[in-house]
DNA sequence: TAGGATTCGTTCGAATTCGAACCAGCTGAA
DNA sequence: TTCAGCTGGTTCGAATTCGAACGAATCCTA
């Protein structure tokens, strides 16, 4: 449209083209590796990040609101996927000595198992259609990008920008 | 678990960090986008999605197939949203001379005007969150990224790749 | 040109996600 | 202390997604 706002600004289409494509490839990712980790490992995406999750912390136990930040989702869900993976003997859920509302969540032994075998063959495939393709410069920058993205995401939260789009600043000729 | 392997693969824990991270701000990405789309044009980003693809084309219409492939959902789910497009009056179907079998959805007037109406504002929210706070040689390495990433899934595709992850290959001391 | 294999799109039921409403426990200020 | 407000988690109903099964049309091959 206006033809001056070329360094700090994409064109429309590049946007759009650019934000499509990502869009496409997340989703492409996301189904391999959650087709595979229910083929294989009799698990979703989701739950395999709960137990992942649970796994990274030192004391092998989070909470449920956490758990829903960490993996982004309603805590609604998040309830649902911990009485699945409770059922499926993976994971357990104990009160909360410091606060009686709260719940901890924690590995079972046979929930560590499930991981330690499903872990390789995933990390693998991500390897694979990830991160073997991109060299190391690559790699780093991907990093960074991560980091950026998330600051702005953070920091957007933290205001709880009340987004609004002017339509046109009423100030082109 | 071996020592030897550090030119061309990451180590687990970074490939698990690089993963995680990718996820998380993906979803967090979408989410925002998704809300803001529903606050403010009372459209899914599915059915955002959809509008952009039927733009997209010369000829404003697409079949049910290839939009399944290119917002990478089951047909089903396809078959679902088109008719929830319908009903609103922003999109029609029409049957295909050429295979009696197919449809060819196509956007409607009011379909282009909700779409016009809504694409500034979500490109100017993915400009903001995702586009705006790169460089253009990040951006450009991104856009590589994406390319290699966007191969590499349809190579596994063309083949349907039969994974296996052989655990140990049987030949480590 | 008949018949098996594919492809196109739909339908159906199951799984998952979301948000709103809700209850119970915590917190802070009067 | 008490009461209003907030927070952690659950429940419920609605929306969405998926995959399997299906019918119809097309393609391919003999």
Redesign the pocket.
């Known amino acids: 449209m206006a033809a001056g706002d070329f360094e700090s600004r994409w064109l429309p289409a590049d946007v759009n083209a650019v934000w499509t494509r990502f869009l496409r490839v997340t989703h492409r990712l996301e ?1 391999q590796i959650d ?1 595979r980790l229910q083929e294989q490992h009799d698990l ?1 995406l ?1 739950q395999y990040e709960i137990l992942v999750r649970l796994a990274d912390t030192d004391e092998g136990a989070m ?3 956490d758990l829903a930040d960490r993996i ?11 009485n ?1 993976l409770s059922a499926k003997g993976l994971a357990e ?1 104990n009160k ?1 000595d410091e ?5 901890w969540v924690a590995l079972t032994t046979a929930g560590s198992e499930r991981l330690e075998k499903a872990a390789p063959c995933i990390l693998s495939l991500v390897r694979e259609l990830f991160l073997d393709a991109i060299n190391c410069d690559q790699a780093a920058e991907l990093d960074k990008l991560l980091g950026i993205w998330s600051d702005n995401l953070d920091e957007r939260d933290r205001n709880s920008i009340p987004f609004v789009h002017e339509d046109l600043p009423a100030e082109a000729a």
Chains 1, 2 share one sequence.
């Open positions: 189904h087709r979703t989701t909470r449920m609101s982004v989702t309603a805590k609604s869900a998040v309830t649902y996927q911990v699945k859920r909360c606060d009686n509302r709260g719940i």
